[in-house]
């Protein structure tokens, strides 16, 4: 599966260029650049979006709007699992998936699975209010492969968020049905998964191919939206892959509400609105995939 992604840097911009689109961000300065024993990582102070994380020149992170992509991660699962007591994140080393776990009281156990301890590193002394809960008393991270780690689980977590970067190099693994297969044995009989999805408009291949391989696995499998300014096209979307529970049959908004949960993006009726996808959208998804038709109606 390939995903082309170019970058540049233009006269104090940087430009991403990717599927024949491109986004640029004005900079300020580069603050800091380490080559990790997996990949190029750079911050840079950016004129008005915070600072910036790319790994191998690849957006990851904007301190400006990586709140959206981290709560739709978070609490799209975590407000319909009735009582999600153990979490597990692989990739994520930035750490604002956790921020958003451990803000659940029911949460006990939140296990970060990040293969590049760099990454952890410089998101801990760059990017202090995303890593703000990585030293967590409930929090316990891992510099470790994802797709090694989970084969060592079984029937452990009620909630698992792939929180990876693109399906290149070492991430390509986190896309296909046998770490899927991995995941769904490492979640307990009511356990649910999530996991970033790309375009479906920039990449309508790799959505698909996406589902395909988490249908071969998950019996219930729907797709969600959300908006993520600094990743291609910004209409952003995540897959919600269920051993028992429905997104909206078995999400309770009151008991979401009663959380009250500090959010900036997230709230109980986006989290209804997020499942009802456009036409395009729907059109990515496996013919075969009918459950996910079944929430659009
Ligand atoms: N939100 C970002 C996105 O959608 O592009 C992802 C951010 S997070 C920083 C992605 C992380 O996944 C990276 O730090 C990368 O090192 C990690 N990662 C990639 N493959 C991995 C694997 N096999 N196991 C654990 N972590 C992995």
Redesign the pocket.
């Known amino acids: 599966m390939s995903v082309d992604i170019t970058h540049d840097f233009y006269n104090g911009w940087y430009l991403e260029r990717s599927r024949g689109w491109a986004l640029g961000l004005a900079l300020e300065n580069k603050l800091f650049e380490k080559q990790s024993a ?2 190029k990582i750079t911050v840079y102070q950016t004129q008005t979006f915070g600072k910036l ?1 790319l ?1 191998d020149d ?4 904007t301190e400006r709007d990586e709140f959206v ?1 981290h709560e739709m991660m978070a609490h799209v699962p975590l407000n319909v699992h009735p009582n999600p007591e153990r979490v597990l994140v ?5 750490g ?1 998936t956790i921020r958003e776990i451990v803000k659940h009281p029911a949460v006990k156990e939140a296990v970060l ?4 301890i760099d ?1 952890i590193n410089t998101a801990r002394d760059y990017f202090p209010s995303i890593a703000s809960e990585l030293s967590n008393p409930k929090v316990k991270v891992l510099a ?4 090694a ?1 989970i084969r060592n689980n079984q029937n452990y977590f009620d909630v698992i968020m792939i ?4 399906p290149i190099g ?2 390509e ?2 896309f296909q049905a046998d770490f899927y297969q991995d995941v769904y044995n490492a979640l307990k009989p009511d356990g649910i998964m999530t996991n ?1 999805t790309d375009s479906p408009l920039l990449s309508p291949m790799i959505v698909e191919k996406t589902y395909c391989e988490m249908q071969k696995v998950f019996q219930h499998l729907f797709m969600y939206q959300g908006y ?1 300014l600094t ?1 291609p096209g910004g209409y952003w979307t995540f897959g919600f892959a269920s051993k028992r529970y429905h997104p909206l049959n078995d999400f309770d908004p009151k008991r979401a509400q009663a959380k009250g949960l500090k959010t900036k993006h997230y709230n109980s009726h986006l989290h209804k609105g997020a499942f009802y996808l456009p036409n395009f959208a729907l059109a990515t998804l496996p013919a075969t995939c009918e459950q996910v038709h079944w929430v659009h109606g």
């Open positions: 997996y990949q994380l790994l690849i957006i990851m992170v992509y692989i990739g994520g080393g930035d604002g699975v990040e293969i590049d990454v470790e492969d994802g797709v780690y929180d990876s970067s693109d070492f991430a693994g986190l970033q993520c990743y």
